[in-house]
């Protein structure tokens, strides 16, 4: 039986998720799609089918718990959908989990990671995040979870660009680059998303990541350079300089050298020791000495896991990429562990 494709919708309060979530429930797809919400509230989870609408099965976690953890009942939750799928009660090929506008969206990412079980079952497809273009930038000034939900995007949109001029669009755009180069960003009004958008982008499945990895870092370097002047239109660079530190940010190592393995395991066991809490996510390709295939790795905050991709060409040059993204990373130091890996 295939893995069922998963995609976490996040963005602040009010960004428009459930305006994109109801869009994707009356496409014209025929995909039969479950879909866990987490609403706060006063009552305890309820795992029960709330509503059933077509062919759409639609869940409520009700006291905003995924939010906060790796908590016992989204796991539940997504094991009691398998088993009424076994069992017939349920149909359905794809699971949506939207998350309270509070949510942090690294436990419930990291739910897939830790529970063996899941992983056999479900394919964590992508997260996909919304950011309002009017109040988007007051979101990202006060309030850390709206910047980690950005750092934490395999593809962003910004949502309700009617109430905001074409400067503060390519203000905010700049900014979100900032704090995520990987993620593709697309301006989008009233949900009108393509499904092709938002589904089946691989941002989580380690076996696809060398189809589009090298795009999202070639697209990050012409779209960007933190050290350059910003070219975006209608951005005034120093003013939004002087404005936002935001701590969340990422930032790409490239070499055209070997890493040493043992070296390289070391380095980043102790960096996970140390700063795992303050790191999103990460993902790379590698280039292992002594070994003939790629080595793909991805991470979220303290968990890191790699696989073996397909073997390097034969007129393919070897090179790694990497791509880290966290609250206040110290790059600098990280830079100089690297390079003392390489062979």
Known sequence: MSLIPTTILTGFLG?????????????????????????????????????????????????????????????STLHDLIRRRVKGDLEFERVVIETTGLADPAPVAQTFFLDSELSEQYLLDSVVVLVDARHGPDSLDNHLVARQQVGFADRIFITKTDLASDSEIAALTHRLLHINARAPIKTVQFGEVALSEVFDLRGFNLDATLDFYPEFFDASDERHSFETECHEAHCDHSTHQQRHRDDVSSFVFRSQRAFDREKLGELLAAFLNNYGSRLLR?????????????????????????????????????????????IDLPQDHLVRGLERCLI
Do not use: Y
């Open 15 to 75: 960004a428009g998720k459930t305006t994109l979530l109801k869009r994707i429930l009356t496409e014209e797809h025929h995909q039969r799609i479950a879909v866990i919400e987490n609403e706060i509230g006063e009552e305890d989870v309820d795992s029960e089918i709330l509503v059933t609408n077509g062919q759409e099965q639609i869940i409520q976690l009700s006291n905003g718990c995924i939010c906060c953890t790796i908590r016992d009942d989204l796991r």
């Open 282 to 326: 990460c993902k790379g390709i590698l280039d292992i000495h002594g070994s003939n295939r790629k080595v793909i790795f991805q991470g979220v905050h303290q968990l890191m896991e790699t696989d073996f991709g397909p073997s390097w060409g034969e007129d393919e040059k070897r090179k790694s990429k990497m791509i880290f993204i966290g």
